[in-house]
C-alpha cells in the first residue's frame, strides 16, 4: 500500500513539471453597428420560447494569450459555389456590418460555408455572424473542425443546434438563438483541425442561409 502511494506521489509531481497552463486573456474583436430593422428580438423570443434569450451585452470568453482570429482573408468554399448574392470571400473578409456588399446568401436546404486555415490549428473561438439586420434565427446550425476538406478524418462538432437531426449530423444539444449584431460565439474548447465548416438550414424569416462573417481564434496547433 506504501509503494502504490509513493507511486501515485511520484506521477503527481512528474506532472507538475509539465509545461504550465498558458495564461488566458479575453477575445477581443471588433463589432459591428447595431441596425435593426422589423421585429425586435424580444419580440421573437415571445414568438418562438425555445430561443435563448437574447443578450445586451457582448459574448465573453477567456483564450490563451497570442490567439488571433486566423480566418481573416482565408479562402472559402460552400455547397453552393454561386451564391444567390454575394461572393464567398465575403465570409472571411473583415466586413461585418451585414449591408449587400457585405453578406452570402444560399439557396433552401441545408448548405455549408469552409474555411481553409492552411495549417492545423489549436482552436479557441468561433464567432459567426448570420444576418442580423432584423431579428431572426437560424435552424440547424452546426459548426465542425476537421483535418481534411472532405470532413472524413478527425471530424469534431464544437456547436450544434439541430434538436431533430434534421440535418443528418446527429442530435444537437446546444439551444438555438438570435441574431443580433452581437453574434455569437462558440467555445470551441481547442480543439485541433485544419478546415472549420459552418452549417444551416433555414431562418425563421425566409428559407435562405446567409453569412455576413465568420471569424476563427486559434493558434498553430504544435
Same mark, same amino acid.
Given at each position: 500500500?506504501?509503494?502504490?502511494?509513493a507511486?501515485?506521489?511520484? %506521477?503527481?509531481?512528474?506532472?507538475?513539471?509539465? #509545461? !504550465?497552463?498558458? &495564461? /488566458? *486573456?479575453p477575445l477581443?474583436?471588433?463589432?459591428?453597428?447595431?441596425?435593426?430593422?422589423?421585429?425586435?428580438?424580444?419580440?421573437?423570443?415571445?414568438?418562438?420560447?425555445?430561443?435563448?434569450?437574447?443578450?445586451?451585452?457582448?459574448?465573453?470568453? %477567456?483564450?490563451?494569450?497570442?490567439?488571433?482570429? #486566423? !480566418?481573416?482573408? &482565408? /479562402? *472559402?468554399?460552400?455547397s453552393?459555389?454561386?451564391p444567390?448574392?454575394?461572393?464567398?470571400?465575403?465570409?472571411?473578409?473583415?466586413?461585418?456590418?451585414?449591408?449587400?456588399?457585405?453578406?452570402?446568401?444560399?439557396?433552401?436546404?441545408v448548405?455549408?460555408?469552409?474555411?481553409?486555415?492552411?495549417?492545423?490549428?489549436?482552436?479557441?473561438g468561433?464567432?459567426v455572424?448570420?444576418?442580423?439586420?432584423?431579428?431572426?434565427s437560424?435552424?440547424?446550425?452546426?459548426?465542425?473542425?476537421?483535418?481534411?476538406?472532405?470532413?472524413?478524418?478527425?471530424?469534431?462538432?464544437?456547436?450544434?443546434?439541430?434538436?431533430?437531426?434534421?440535418?443528418?449530423?446527429?442530435?444537437?444539444?446546444?439551444?438555438?438563438?438570435?441574431?443580433?449584431?452581437?453574434?455569437?460565439?462558440?467555445?470551441?474548447?481547442?480543439?485541433?483541425?485544419?478546415?472549420?465548416?459552418?452549417?444551416s438550414?433555414?431562418?425563421?424569416?425566409?428559407?435562405?442561409?446567409?453569412?455576413?462573417?465568420?471569424?476563427?481564434?486559434?493558434?498553430?496547433a504544435?
Amino acid at each position: 500500500m506504501l509503494r502504490c502511494t509513493a507511486f501515485l506521489v511520484a %506521477l503527481a509531481w512528474l506532472a507538475g513539471l509539465g #509545461v !504550465a497552463e498558458e &495564461k /488566458k *486573456v479575453p477575445l477581443q474583436t471588433d463589432l459591428p453597428r447595431e441596425v435593426l430593422a422589423g421585429t425586435p428580438p424580444d419580440v421573437l423570443a415571445r414568438l418562438y420560447p425555445n430561443l435563448e434569450p437574447p443578450s445586451d451585452k457582448a459574448p465573453e470568453l %477567456l483564450v490563451p494569450e497570442g490567439t488571433t482570429n #486566423v !480566418a481573416r482573408g &482565408k /479562402k *472559402v468554399t460552400s455547397s453552393e459555389s454561386d451564391p444567390i448574392i454575394g461572393k464567398l470571400e465575403f465570409v472571411t473578409d473583415g466586413n461585418k456590418e451585414g449591408t449587400e456588399e457585405a453578406y452570402v446568401e444560399l439557396s433552401p436546404g441545408v448548405q455549408w460555408v469552409q474555411i481553409d486555415l492552411e495549417q492545423p490549428m489549436r482552436i479557441y473561438g468561433v464567432y459567426v455572424w448570420h444576418f442580423f439586420r432584423e431579428a431572426r434565427s437560424y435552424e440547424d446550425v452546426i459548426v465542425q473542425v476537421a483535418d481534411d476538406e472532405q470532413f472524413t478524418k478527425n471530424v469534431q462538432t464544437v456547436y450544434n443546434n439541430d434538436t431533430d437531426a434534421s440535418a443528418k449530423l446527429g442530435i444537437g444539444k446546444d439551444r438555438p438563438y438570435i441574431e443580433t449584431y452581437l453574434g455569437k460565439l462558440i467555445d470551441a474548447r481547442g480543439v485541433t483541425g485544419r478546415y472549420v465548416r459552418l452549417y444551416s438550414r433555414r431562418n425563421t424569416a425566409n428559407s435562405l442561409n446567409h453569412y455576413v462573417e465568420v471569424e476563427v481564434f486559434a493558434k498553430p496547433a504544435e
